[in-house]
Every structure is written in C-alpha cells, then in structure tokens.
C-alpha cells in the first residue's frame, strides 16, 4: 500500500514536469502556474530577493513574509506541496521555469513570428540559445551555486528533466520536424551545447557575451555537419543496398 | 519508386482554431493516452509503409501483383505522412526504437516477398489483422472516455475538433487497412505454408511491437 502511494505520487510530480501532448483545441496547461501559493512565493523571491540574497533559503522566507504569510511558513508549505522538501531547488526550479515560460510567451509574438518567417531552422535555434542564455544575466553571480545545487544526486533528475523540457522547447519552436531518431538525437545535441554554453558563459569577460555568442555559433556548426554526414551516409548505404537488390534480381531474371 | 516520403497533397489537414481554444483542458491521463496513439499509430504506419516496400522489392517482377502492391501501399504512405504531421505538430515524442521498426518492417516484407506471393500476402493477412483490431479499440477509447471536456464558452460537454479529426482520421485508416485484409485474401494468402505458423508469428510480432511502440 505504501508503495502505491508513493508511486503514485512519484507520477504525478512527473506528470507536471514532463510536457506532454501539445493541444490547439484545448487548453494547454502553462508552464508555470502563478496560481498556487508555492508559485506566488517563489515568483516575490525570484523577483524581489534573489538578485540580492541569490538562489537561498533566506529569499524564500523573506518572500513569504513578504505576501503576509509566517516566515518560516514557507517552510511548511513546501515540505507538504513539493517533492523535493529543499527551498533552495524549488527556487532554482522556479528560474529554469520561468525562463522557459518567457521564451514560450515571446515566440509567440509578432516580432518573432513576422522576423524569423523564412529564416533556417539553424537561425532560429541559435537565437533562441542565445535568448535563453541571456536570461541568465540578471542571476548570473549566483549560477555557480546554483549549478552545483542542480547536480546534486537528489537534485539531478530534475534538474535533467528541466534541460530536456528546455531544448526540447527551443527546438519545437526552431520549427523541428524530425519523427524518428533524428528526433532524439537533436535534443540530446541541443541539451549538450545548452550545459556547455551555460559553462562557457560563466567565464565569459566580454559585456554582451559576445563570446558566448561565437561558442554557440561553433558548437551549432558541428552539430550541424554531424546531422549532415549521418543522412548523407544513410542515405549512400540505403542507395546501395537497393541497388544490389535489383542487380541480383536482374541478374536471376536473366536466367 | 523510392523517393515517397514527402509530404504528399492529399493529406487531411488538421483544423487550427481561429479564436484560441475551445475546449476546457484535457486531463493528465487524456493527454497521455493521446500521445500513446499517435507515437504507436505513426510507429505502426511506419511499419506498414517498409513492409509494403520491401514486398514490392521483392515481388514488382509479377505483373499481376505489382499494381495490387503499389495501390496498399501508396495508400500507408499517406498513412504514415498523416500521423508524421500529428507527432510534430502534437509535440509527441516518436518511438526510441524507430530504426529497429524501420529494419524490423522492411525486412518482414522483403523477407515474406521472396519466400512466395502467398506468404507475402499471409504477411499483409496477419498485420492487418492486429491493426484493425487495434484501431477499434483506439476508437472505443476515444469514444468512450474522451467525452467528459467541457465546452469553453457554454456549459456542455463535447468533442473538440481536434478529437473529431483524430477520430475521423482512425476510422478512414481502419477502413483502408481492413481492406487490405480482403485483398491479401483476394490473392490466395490462405495458400501460404506454413500458414499457421507464418500468420501466428507475425501476429505475435505485431503486438509485441505496438506494446513497446505505445510506451517507449
């Protein structure tokens, strides 16, 4: 029984993390949901106390008092509502989100939609990394940490889960088409430059991560000849392997 | 003959609502059950396209049969275009085990084709056996539990477009499959020997791959 519970529970904090089935006719749950009280904490510290206490307990305490609850309420609530009991990673969870969330409301503009209509499918990843990226800015002293915190062994699932969320987010809004293993492989590559780029970013000097930029320019360069060499190679053997298909059988016809 | 995986015109098109959704949220298990369909029918469709092609490669020498042939499989080519375009457009996540699908269905027809006609058409019997059966219960499904979303604007509960449209799709495909069942019994494929044991296995075959199709 108690294993059910906790199965149980174990899919539904999934269910909430992992997007799935995307709808036009129905409404689509949003990535972050101002509506409940954890949020509404999360997003007074994010705004208010993290660009000064960074991704810490303390922000989301003062946050708390701060809406009119106890201060150590927070405490509380999110040892019953959250599965991971730890301030600080809701905190961060709580950025990742948000971000996704912004990037999902932009690509939906006018300006994105009318500016990148007929731009490539490259083009419009590399922006939205750098998008992405440049959303980190405001926290950016504090990533460090919050990295470290990210990869903690109880943290890193989710923190993985979120990376997937996120590339798979950039490259549905890059206009990705692939349905079979190009599919995967696209994410995976993507989630890759992301973490490396995110790296890289930390020790960049230059004022409008102009670096960055450039790392990221390269790194989508390579995956790109790698994408190409694979269908070309494909697309060599698939040739040949029809080819000597019909010699043989124009062969046996022969007689 | 090989360059068939483009977009093809006569596509039933998906609808986009004009004015923003119409229908109150699916719930989580709703949602989940339709991304199941779409990754195991795209899968499925996948599957029933390579067959159809490695059977043509291996029997487009018979004059008789060649036109049978094409004519099947033309028609899961639009199949699998259909379901290719609800898996992007849907954000389904397509099966991890594509390229084993892909070598599996090419394979079990080229191998079927060049046992005889018969057997290649025991092939066709047998698959489409388990896919009509699987469509039904899809529909059932979709039929039965689908019609508790409320409407946005008035209260009352219906199917959206979107339901409509994968329930019509369904449906025209099942049609289309089942009679490829009579055509491969048109064309002798009871004659196939071993028949028992050619149908059985490729049935086993088949749901083996749409339960792993449906989850991974």
């Known amino acids: 029984m108690t294993l059910r519970l906790f199965g149980k529970q174990a899919s539904r904090s999934l269910a909430g993390s992992i997007r799935s089935y995307h709808s036009f006719y129905h409404v689509n749950p949003p990535i972050l949901d101002l509506s409940t009280v954890e949020n509404q904490v999360l997003d007074k510290a994010y705004e208010e106390y993290v660009p000064e206490l960074g991704f810490t307990k303390e922000a989301v305490e003062n946050a708390s008092y701060a809406i009119g609850l106890n201060d150590n309420s927070a405490n509380a609530l999110f040892n019953f509502t959250s599965s991971s009991k730890d301030l600080e990673m809701e905190l961060i969870l709580f950025h990742l989100k948000k971000c996704r969330q912004d990037l999902e409301d932009f690509r939906k503009t006018e300006t994105f939609q009318n500016e990148f209509k007929d731009k490539s499918e490259t083009d419009k990843l590399r922006y939205l990394i750098n998008k992405r990226l440049a959303m980190n800015q405001p926290v950016l002293k504090f990533l460090p940490k919050a990295l470290g915190h990210m990869i903690l062994p109880t943290n890193i699932a989710k923190s993985l889960a979120e990376l997937h969320n996120l590339s798979d987010d950039i490259t549905y809004y890059a206009g990705d088409k692939s349905t079979d293993f190009t599919w995967y492989s696209k994410r995976f590559s993507i989630s890759g430059l992301f973490v490396q780029s995110e790296l890289f970013m930390l020790t960049d000097t230059t004022k409008d991560l102009s670096d960055t930029a450039k790392f990221v320019d390269s790194r989508l360069q390579e995956i790109d000849t790698a994408g190409y060499v694979y269908n070309s190679v494909e697309e060599w053997l698939f040739f040949n392997a029809v080819s000597t298909v019909n010699i043989v059988k124009s062969q046996l016809a022969r007689g | ?216």
């Open chain 2, 1 to 216: 003959m090989w360059v068939h995986c483009g977009v093809r015109p006569n596509l039933i098109r998906e609808t986009r609502p004009e004015q923003g959704p119409s229908h109150a949220p699916l719930s989580p298990a709703q949602q989940a059950y339709l991304e199941r369909v779409i990754r195991v029918d795209q899968a499925g469709e996948l599957g029933a396209d390579l067959i159809y092609a490695g059977q043509y490669l291996a029997l487009s020498h018979n004059k008789k049969l060649k036109p049978v042939l094409k004519h099947m499989w033309e028609q899961e080519v639009h199949h699998r275009s259909t379901f290719n375009n609800l898996q992007v457009e849907h954000r389904v996540r397509p099966s991890i085990f594509t390229p084993f699908w892909k070598v599996g269905a090419f394979g079990m027809g080229f191998a079927t084709g060049f046992m005889n006609k018969e057997a290649a058409m025991a092939c066709t019997e047998a698959v489409e056996t388990v896919i009509g059966k699987h469509y039904n219960t899809q529909l059932r499904v979709l039929t039965n539990n689908f019609a508790d979303v409320k409407e946005l604007a008035v209260e009352k509960c219906s199917d959206s477009k979107e339901i409509e449209h994968l329930k019509e799709t369904i449906r025209v495909f099942r049609d289309q499959e089942l009679e490829h069942l009579d055509t491969a019994i048109q064309h002798d494929s009871k004659n196939a020997r071993p028949y028992w044991l050619l149908t059985e296995t490729i049935k086993g075959v088949c749901k083996t791959a749409v339960y792993l199709a449906e989850r991974i």
